[in-house]
């Protein structure tokens, strides 16, 4: 098992203190009606100055999660209930160490649960296998309602640790609904989508088991083609920045907590070279590529535009993630797979300029939203997909990108899933998991980590809480040597002069900051800080004082981010 790339604090944060202070964040704390922190609303998620996805305490969290599609499709359920007990592999996804599931949906599943309309298709589950499911109960019969089975569901991921996120697959309920390019069709509209996200959002208010959602999935096209999404500063119909602040405004007003995932595109326009989105050459849609006035990619992974026009959301901006999607040559075999590509040749050719910077700016984090697929020898006989497969697994592990791996289901056409083909829904296909195995987040000793703060990941008491992940970790022996030991021998980073560094050295750096009358200098609180104490505190190098800054490098010492304190010297 990984000991991966998330490092953990190693110091435990007096409880009294972490349940009030975030260490740090670049929005004010943000409560749903003024709930406080409890089961369903500790587990919040926000994104720091640093561009980390944090917990509401300031810890670095990863998502490292699956896929599993049905409720987008006529199904109305998880495919694959029609074979198996959900309730089961549920447990399996937890106990494999995932604890994160996107699941698509459509705004038309939304809307008829938010109507309580009748469910338009019969819901396809094993009555015998699903009891839990039916109306009639441990006997079998008629499958419940779809909304229904749908919060089982949610019940289920709730006690195995999971978090989910509602990925907006499509307009309308159906199989090839993702092949449509836009967040609206011919029979649900822009307001039609708005009205599902704002509802979906204010249901769940109060349960922090849905922690994201992903407003479209692969917003696409191209002009020759018809309809086609595009990215600048204009407010038509079809531009996705647009509609994607809007689509995050809706979500936020009802629950101000929720991480935002906002795709790419499919093509962004060569300004350098005369293009825009009103003047497409004829010919940069069809093969051979690359396009001639336009950067294409996959659908959904194309980032161009962040640059020119970022995605906006004022006093909400910390609950923004950019989550593109990437496959491999046996999806489609785009040019950049040629051969003796590598991760070297494809982040020069693709990935960098298409989303890499977006991390490497510290603009946002990332969330690869899919990635996935076969590698057998079977479909992958030259094991080109593998190579892409390795190539991206571990510049995700390298930069810490969250995931969400596509799929847990077996019957996706072109990639395979985490479920082996012709095993009706029973056995997993361990290589493939194996593979992935190395990309979920673990501790040092293998335990799978959950992203909720009580509650442990999975069932077979191989998953840790994030409490546990934090809490229950030694001080090592040279946490209060760092620093040079000069300037009347400083314990530089030891800003409550205890003898440790830790994160309530952080802590105090920000009480003193937000409250200096009680917690600054001279403050009358019995732990406000003293001028020993300051003096320890500057510990970022800018010689000015103490700052915001000087909490994050603390917290970064702590997750052996940075060896040293202070963060630079001079």
């Given at each position: 098992?990984?000991?991966?790339?998330?490092?953990?604090?190693?110091?435990a944060?007096?409880?009294?203190?972490?349940?009030?202070?975030?260490?740090?964040?670049?929005?004010?704390?943000?409560?749903?009606?003024?709930?406080?922190p409890?089961?369903?609303?500790?587990?919040w998620?926000h994104?720091?100055?640093?561009?980390?996805?944090?917990?509401?305490?300031?810890?670095?969290?990863?998502?490292?999660?699956?896929?599993?599609?049905?409720?987008?499709?006529?199904?109305?359920?998880?495919?694959?209930?029609?074979?198996?007990?959900?309730?089961?592999?549920?447990?399996?996804?937890?106990?494999?160490?995932?604890?994160?599931?996107?699941?698509?949906m459509?705004?038309?599943?939304?809307?008829?649960?938010?109507?309580?309309?009748?469910?338009?298709?019969?819901?396809?589950?094993?009555?015998?296998?699903?009891?839990?499911?039916?109306?009639?109960?441990?006997e079998g019969?008629?499958?419940?309602?779809?909304?229904?089975?749908?919060?089982?569901?949610?019940?289920?991921?709730?006690?195995?640790?999971?978090?989910?996120?509602?990925?907006?697959?499509?307009?309308?309920?159906?199989?090839?609904?993702?092949?449509?390019?836009?967040?609206?069709?011919?029979?649900?509209?822009t307001?039609?989508?708005?009205?599902?996200?704002?509802?979906?959002?204010?249901?769940?208010?109060?349960?922090?088991?849905?922690?994201?959602?992903?407003?479209?999935?692969?917003?696409?096209?191209?002009?020759d083609?018809?309809?086609?999404?595009?990215?600048?500063?204009?407010?038509?119909?079809?531009?996705?920045?647009?509609a994607?602040?809007?689509?995050?405004?809706?979500?936020?007003e009802?629950?101000?907590?929720?991480?935002?995932?906002?795709?790419?595109?499919e093509?962004?326009?060569?300004?350098?070279?005369?293009?825009?989105?009103?003047?497409?050459?004829?010919?940069?849609?069809k093969?051979?590529?690359?396009?001639?006035?336009?950067?294409?990619?996959?659908?959904?992974?194309?980032?161009?535009?962040?640059?020119?026009?970022?995605?906006?959301?004022?006093?909400?901006?910390?609950?923004?993630?950019?989550?593109?999607?990437?496959?491999?040559?046996?999806?489609?075999?785009?040019?950049?797979?040629?051969g003796?590509?590598?991760?070297d040749?494809l982040?020069?050719?693709?990935?960098?300029?298409?989303?890499f910077?977006?991390?490497?700016?510290?603009?946002?984090?990332?969330?690869m939203?899919?990635?996935?697929?076969?590698?057998?020898?079977?479909?992958?006989?030259?094991?080109?997909?593998?190579?892409?497969?390795?190539?991206?697994?571990?510049?995700?592990?390298?930069?810490?990108?969250?995931?969400?791996?596509?799929?847990?289901?077996?019957?996706?056409?072109?990639?395979?899933?985490?479920?082996?083909?012709?095993?009706?829904w029973?056995?997993?296909?361990?290589?493939?998991?194996?593979?992935?195995?190395?990309?979920?987040?673990?501790?040092?000793?293998?335990?799978?980590?959950?992203?909720d703060?009580?509650?442990?990941?999975?069932?077979?008491?191989?998953?840790?809480?994030?409490?546990?992940?934090?809490?229950?970790?030694?001080?090592?022996?040279?946490?209060?040597?760092?620093?040079?030991g000069?300037?009347?021998?400083?314990?530089?980073?030891?800003?409550?002069?205890?003898?440790?560094?830790?994160?309530?050295?952080?802590?105090?750096?920000?009480?003193?900051?937000?409250?200096?009358?009680?917690?600054?200098?001279?403050?009358?609180?019995?732990?406000?800080?003293?001028?020993?104490?300051?003096?320890?505190?500057?510990?970022?190098?800018?010689?000015?004082?103490?700052?915001?800054?000087?909490?994050l490098?603390?917290?970064?010492?702590?997750?052996?981010?940075?060896?040293?304190?202070?963060?630079?010297?001079?």
């Open positions: 098992m990984a000991n991966l790339l998330l490092k953990k604090s190693l110091a944060v007096a409880a009294s203190v972490i349940a009030f202070i975030p260490l740090y964040r670049t929005a004010p704390e943000k409560s749903v009606n003024g709930a406080e409890d089961a369903y609303h500790d587990d998620l994104v720091n100055d640093n561009a980390e996805i944090v917990d509401m305490y300031g810890n670095p969290v990863w998502l490292t999660g699956c896929n599993w599609f049905g409720y987008n499709v006529t199904t109305q359920v998880f495919d694959g209930v029609w074979s198996r007990n959900m309730h089961e592999m549920l447990n399996e996804i937890a106990d494999h160490g995932f604890n994160f599931l996107r699941v698509p459509s705004t038309q599943i939304l809307l008829q649960w938010k109507n309580n309309e009748p469910d338009p298709y019969m819901v396809k589950i094993n009555e015998w296998k699903n009891p839990e499911l039916t109306v009639e109960g441990i019969g008629t499958p419940k309602y779809s909304f229904d089975i749908w919060n089982q569901a949610v019940e289920w991921c709730r006690e195995n640790g999971i978090k989910i996120m509602i990925d907006i697959h499509c307009a309308t309920t159906a199989s090839n609904g993702h092949q449509l390019p836009l967040w609206y069709d011919d029979n649900y509209s307001e039609d989508w708005l009205e599902a996200l704002s509802w979906v959002a204010d249901y769940y208010k109060d349960d922090d088991t849905i922690l994201a959602i992903d407003l479209k999935n692969e917003p696409h096209g191209k002009k083609e018809g309809d086609f999404a595009k990215w600048d500063d204009s407010t038509d119909l079809n531009n996705w920045k647009y994607a602040e809007r689509g995050a405004e809706a979500v936020l009802k629950n101000p907590n929720l991480l935002i995932m906002v795709e790419g595109i093509v962004y326009p060569k300004f350098e070279e005369g293009a825009d989105w009103n003047s497409i050459g004829s010919d940069y849609s093969p051979p590529y690359p396009y001639s006035n336009y950067h294409g990619t996959w659908w959904g992974g194309n980032f161009r535009g962040v640059k020119d026009y970022p995605i906006d959301l004022g006093e909400y901006q910390s609950q923004l993630v950019y989550s593109p999607h990437d496959y491999g040559p046996l999806v489609y075999d785009q040019t950049w797979f040629y003796g590509f590598s991760q040749t982040m020069k050719d693709v990935w960098h300029d298409n989303w910077f977006i991390i490497e700016d510290k603009t946002a984090p990332l969330l939203g899919e990635w996935g697929g076969f590698m057998d020898d079977e479909h992958d006989a030259d094991r080109r997909n593998r190579v892409w497969l390795t190539a991206l697994r571990d510049l995700m592990i390298e930069n810490h990108i969250h995931h969400t791996f596509w799929c847990f289901n077996e019957n996706s056409s072109d990639t395979g899933g985490l479920i082996a083909g012709g095993t009706n029973a056995e997993w296909d361990l290589e493939k998991y194996d593979f992935v195995e190395k990309a979920l987040w673990q501790d040092e000793n293998g335990k799978f980590i959950s992203l703060h009580k509650i442990k990941l999975g069932q077979s008491g191989n998953g840790i809480s994030l409490s546990d992940y934090y809490s229950g970790n030694p001080i090592p022996p040279d946490s209060t040597q760092s620093g040079t000069s300037d009347d021998d400083l314990a530089y980073g030891d800003a409550n002069c205890d003898g440790e560094i830790d994160m309530s050295d952080a802590v105090l750096i920000m009480q003193s900051l937000s409250n200096p009358d009680k917690y600054g200098l001279g403050g009358t609180s019995e732990t406000a800080i003293t001028e020993k104490g300051l003096k320890n505190a500057d510990v970022s190098g800018n010689g000015d004082g103490i700052t915001n800054n000087d909490a490098a603390i917290q970064k010492y702590k997750l052996n981010l940075i060896s040293s304190l202070p963060e630079t010297q001079g």
